[in-house]
């Protein structure tokens, strides 16, 4: 359990679902974590359990739809461990719904959140890994990024098409620095996040798919993640996208 000694890795999200399992698989791998979320008290549970096993975690408590706390978490990750070697753009939200009920405040902090965060973030640590010469960016963008449904992710497949878009755009500009970038693309996966769409009517509609399709756990994910960053430095993984046996679309 020692494939990511001596790595210091950044986890937004950190505070439920496939973000917090992903901070758990890559801790017990030996790396140095920061778990950036805003729940505190979440965090803190994640922080203890970590160091209850024996590895190292700080709790960087953040809404990072605000773009400044977002470039902040990174500075205090490398002020903390002394390098910035794995990012996980994990932090999220889904507000689906079809276009002609489309709350546009919904739009504007998807947006805002799922892809401008994330796109500060990446450019943020790039300069860190640079520097280095080293590091690797993981950004989760979804099925729904490279598929529609219709009445439904308008909005979220505009953000997370714009993460797919944006993981290609770094994936070749970090190469002169030997920084490797891996897009995951899930299908369904039961965790918090179905339960936070605003649109009571589709909220319903995704949790009982949800249930239907027999979800994907948040571990078989942070299982494909760590998969990407145990690789041999000569391989990168470009994208993972991963689907419940059975989810159609
Ligand atoms: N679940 C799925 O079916 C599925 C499928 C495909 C892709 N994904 C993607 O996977 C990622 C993780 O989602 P999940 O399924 O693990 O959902 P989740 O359990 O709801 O996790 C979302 C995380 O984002 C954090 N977050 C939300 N707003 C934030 C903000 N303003 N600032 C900082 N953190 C914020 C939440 O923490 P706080 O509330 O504590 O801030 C939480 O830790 C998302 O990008 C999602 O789009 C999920």
Known sequence: MTKLLGKTAIVTGASSGIGEATALALAAEGAKIALVARREERLQALSNKIKNRGGQAISLVADIADLNKAQQSVHQT???????????????VMFLSSIAEANI??????????????????????????????????????????TIWARRSAGYSAAKWGVGAFSEALRQEAIASNVRVTLIEPGAVDTELSHNITNPTVKEEVLGYVANVEALESEDI????????????????????????????
């Open 222 to 249: 942070a299982s494909a993640i760590l998969y990407a960053v145990t690789q041999p430095n000569r391989v990168n993984v470009n994208e993972i996208l991963l689907r419940p046996l059975k989810q159609e679309f």
């Open 105 to 146: 405040t919904d739009w504007q902090n998807m947006i805002q959140l799922d892809l401008l965060s994330l796109m500060t973030l990446s450019k943020t640590a790039l300069s860190y890994m640079q520097q280095q010469g080293s590091g690797h960016i993981i950004n989760i963008s979804s099925v729904m990024g490279r």
């Open 78 to 92: 490398y002020d903390a461990f002394g390098s910035v070697d794995i990012l996980v753009n994990s932090a999220g």
